[in-house]
């Protein structure tokens, strides 16, 4: 997952999950799904399989770690799901798939020269998240008893207008778009373990949770939302190439400068696609849905068994002992909020 480039402008409040006890989350589920499949691989780089030969790092990661969010820091997850993709993302899209088969062809060239480490860095590039999977992802939800949403559009569209709505506390992706679209919070790196590359560094540092704030975001700024992403379109998004020597700190000097892109010199606004107009909308009307229900449901052992252990391949009693552990979290929570009734 890309997702335009604002972390220059961004100061982040650095978390631990300890702090974000008991809070509620819209998951973006494409961006969560994606970096199970990176990273849930074998020490050669291959994701992990079943029987079959279909691919499981994306169940897995729902299983053994999503769960644990659930059931160790009392976390509420509903997860948004893409819709159709916009017509202006067809480029992007194109864009991410030459990619993958770039990393592809490098990692079997890694392997090939028994370069493991090599190989391992061109893996994480590799995962394609099909419809398939998605679908197999949201069965395990069901089953599991996590609530999910099939967007319209854009997930993060969707998760935005949800805290917008105060219906969950903060968006949980690791993309900066949903600032974009307008989100009042954004979490990045909602996760139990991992490492954050920091290349002009060389070396890595473990990922913390990052919480940021939009309002602040602006404020620290001197913009509102919409100059926000005109800044984005002038760096370049999903939908659009951006003005070329132009970085996040050059794209808010000019929209500072200038209030707007109609504003802008002509020798720079000719840079930018005829569309942005049409682009701009995007982020800031995108179609989402009232139609969904976020409320938790009962876990369902037998179809996880049925399906993950029977169909899947999955051991019956790690499968079990996760179900053990969900309903064991229910029942703290319900007893806690009795507690809290009866002291009225």
């Known amino acids: 997952m890309l997702g335009v480039k604002l972390a220059p402008l961004i100061?982040?409040?650095?978390?631990?999950?300890?702090?974000?006890?008991?809070?509620?989350?819209a998951v973006d589920a494409a961006n969560q799904l994606h970096q199970f499949l990176a990273l849930i691989r074998t020490p050669d780089g291959v994701p992990l399989k079943d029987r079959k030969g279909r691919v499981t790092s994306h169940l897995v990661g729902l299983l053994y770690r999503t769960t644990r969010l659930i059931t160790e820091y009392d976390l509420k997850l509903i997860?948004?799901?893409?819709?159709?993709?916009?017509?202006?993302?067809?480029?992007?899209?194109?864009?991410?798939?030459?990619?993958?088969?770039?990393?592809?062809?490098?990692?079997?060239?890694?392997?090939?020269?028994g370069d493991m480490k090599t190989a391992w860095s061109k893996a994480v590039g590799t995962g394609r998240l099909t419809q398939e999977m998605a679908q197999e992802a949201q069965q395990v939800l069901t089953f599991l008893g996590i609530p999910f949403i099939q967007a319209p559009g854009e997930g993060e569209?969707?998760?935005?207008?949800?805290?917008?709505?105060?219906?969950?506390?903060?968006?949980?992706?690791?993309?900066?778009?949903?600032?974009?679209?307008?989100?009042?919070?954004?979490?990045?790196?909602?996760?139990l373990t991992g490492r954050k590359r920091l290349p002009s560094k060389g070396t890595s540092v473990p990922l913390q949770p990052e919480l940021i704030d939009l309002h602040r975001v602006l404020a620290e700024n001197g913009i509102n939302r919409e100059q926000l992403v005109d800044v984005a379109l002038l760096i370049g998004t999903d939908f659009n190439k951006g003005v070329p020597q132009v970085g996040p700190k050059t794209a808010l000097k000019l929209i500072k400068e200038n209030q707007c892109l109609e504003n802008l010199p002509s020798m720079i606004l000719e840079q930018l696609p005829p569309n942005y107009h049409k682009?701009?909308?995007?982020?800031?009307?995108?179609p989402i849905t009232d139609e969904y229900d976020i409320t938790p449901h009962s876990v369902n052992r037998e179809g996880l068994i049925a399906y993950?252990?029977?169909?899947?391949?999955?051991?019956?009693?790690?499968?079990?002992?996760?179900?053990?552990?969900?309903?064991?979290?229910k029942k703290g929570q319900r007893q806690q909020s009795l507690n809290s009734w009866s002291k009225g």
Request: no cysteine.
């Open 11 to 25: 100061t982040p409040e650095i978390l631990t999950l300890e702090d974000l006890r008991g809070r509620s989350f």
């Open 79 to 113: 997860f948004i799901f893409d819709g159709k993709p916009p017509d202006l993302k067809a480029n992007e899209i194109t864009k991410r798939r030459q990619q993958r088969n770039r990393a592809e062809q490098e990692y079997k060239e890694a392997v090939a020269k």
């Open 157 to 191: 569209a969707q998760a935005a207008y949800m805290v917008q709505r105060g219906e969950v506390w903060a968006t949980a992706s690791r993309d900066f778009d949903t600032l974009l679209f307008g989100a009042p919070r954004l979490l990045r790196y909602l996760t």
């Open 279 to 286: 682009i701009r909308r995007l982020f800031l009307d995108h």
């Open 308 to 329: 993950l252990s029977h169909e899947r391949g999955f051991a019956e009693t790690r499968v079990n002992n996760v179900v053990d552990r969900l309903l064991k979290a």
